[in-house]
């Protein structure tokens, strides 16, 4: 009984020290499971203790359009989401820097600055920021450059304030997925940058 009410103790005093995402829409690269892991490793996921088991799914795409983003919250953290697109995942932006404090447990994540307007290869930056938590799945449409990519990365990571560094990932969580994007005719080929 006295083990059970010091783990019960513990637990109650110790910060919670992981935020997990399921990337739901499009179909994600890694198989994930109920919580989202392997998530932690950038660019896409996976840990370096393990990089996870590819779905190879690939979400076809027309380009010039609006792709529907659904992503689940597992475990809260209050924070912010950002959808990246480039033609590898050698390709895809950092992560951006982290405002830190220091505590009695090592750094502590404050703030991410938010692309505001967001410049390729960042699509969307800030997306369904919050400070408290959220049952319901977050979703949002994000515009597709109208370019032909047979074979895109898209990059969905959620920056998470209040929470202590992590081996892998520092302060953001990944998700990928693999798109196959077919531009639209009746619109003008952009010059969207898909190598950096």
């Given at each position: 009984m006295k083990l059970f009410y010091f783990l019960a103790a513990a637990a109650l005093m110790s910060p919670m020290a992981s935020a997990h995402f399921k990337l739901l829409e499009p179909q994600s690269w890694l198989e994930e499971n109920n919580l989202g892991d392997p998530?932690?490793?950038?660019?896409?996921?996976?840990t370096s203790a393990n990089a996870g088991t590819p779905t190879n799914a690939v979400t076809k795409v027309k380009g010039g359009q609006k792709l529907h983003i659904?992503?689940?919250?597992?475990?809260?953290?209050?924070?912010?989401?950002?959808?990246?697109?480039?033609?590898?995942?050698?390709?895809?932006?950092?992560?951006?820097?982290?405002?830190?404090?220091?505590?009695?447990?090592?750094?502590?994540?404050?703030?991410?600055?938010?692309?505001?307007?967001?410049?390729?290869?960042?699509?969307?930056?800030?997306?369904f920021?919050?400070?408290?938590?959220?049952?319901?799945?977050?979703?949002?449409?994000?515009?597709?450059?109208n370019i032909n990519c047979e074979k895109c990365t898209m990059q969905i990571t959620q920056f998470m304030a209040e929470h202590g560094k992590n081996k892998d990932g520092d302060y953001t969580y990944h998700h990928c997925a693999e798109l196959q994007i077919t531009a639209d005719p009746s619109k003008a080929i952009e010059n969207f940058p898909l190598k950096k």
């Open positions: 998530q932690k490793l950038g660019p896409c996921g996976g659904k992503v689940q919250e597992t475990v809260y953290h209050p924070g912010h989401y950002r959808v990246a697109l480039a033609g590898s995942h050698a390709d895809l932006p950092a992560d951006p820097p982290t405002t830190t404090r220091d505590t009695e447990k090592g750094p502590w994540s404050v703030s991410a600055p938010i692309m505001n307007p967001a410049k390729a290869p960042v699509l969307a930056d800030g997306l920021a919050h400070t408290a938590r959220v049952t319901e799945a977050f979703e949002a449409d994000v515009a597709i450059p």
